[in-house]
């Protein structure tokens, strides 16, 4: 095991083992700044359209000015519920009325900011016209679980991660599918476009993240390292990182 400062003293990297090795910010101090929801009890009703998020919220995303956060939830084979708040205030800003019929797990705002994605555990994956929340297009093809969402930068394609081991690419102003990516052993939990490229990324349970050619499925790279059921993908700047049902967190240079 192994404790090292990077040279400017803001990084702190800790290694252990055959771990995956952990890279931590020790340069600034995080504090609690909001907190949304927080009822202990269940909700009495699937239709609060002005509480806080209902049962669990299982998918964020920020508006790419900042101004908005969207929440996914839902109750179970009963209603799926999205929400936005400002991240300042905590407030409720406006609710898309039923815009799923069960659970939420993942959420996408599109790169201006003008339409929503959303997947959920009723096997489709949805687009949605903001301010309004109009729903735009439903993507049904999926024989599972759409587990993760993600956007083609451009907003001419969305990518869907399906629990039944499967990516789907779409073409956003028509809906229509283009094709399906499979190969995967587990679940596809999540998706991401690694920047302004053709190139997806994707996190399988398999203990496995995968970057990918959209046009043909191909394989370009497979990172490695994590040894349990990848349930989180996160990219940024050239940089990729991943954390497992496990509590483990693993990060790469793409």
Known sequence: AGLLLDGGGDRLIVAQGNQPVGIWNTGEAWSLSQTIGGELTPPTTSEDLTGPPVAAVLALAFSPAGTELAS????????????????????????????????????????????????????????????????????????????????????????????????????????EQQRTIAGFEKEVTAVSFAGATTELLAASGGSLVSLLQVNDGKTVRRFTGLGGFIQALGTGRGHLAAGTAAGQLAGWQI
């Open 72 to 175: 996914g939830s839902g109750l179970t084979s009963r209603t799926g519920e999205i929400k936005f708040w400002n991240p300042e205030s905590g407030s409720l800003l406006r609710t898309l009325e039923h815009p799923h019929s069960d659970t939420v797990t993942s959420l996408a705002f599109s790169r201006d900011g003008d339409q929503l994605a959303s997947g959920s555990t009723d096997r489709t994956a949805k687009l949605f016209s903001l301010p309004d929340g109009s729903r735009l297009r439903t993507f049904e093809g999926h024989n599972g679980h759409v587990l993760g969402v993600a956007w083609q930068a451009d907003g001419s394609r969305l990518a869907t991660a399906g629990g039944d081991s499967v990516i789907k690419i779409w073409e956003t102003a028509t809906g």
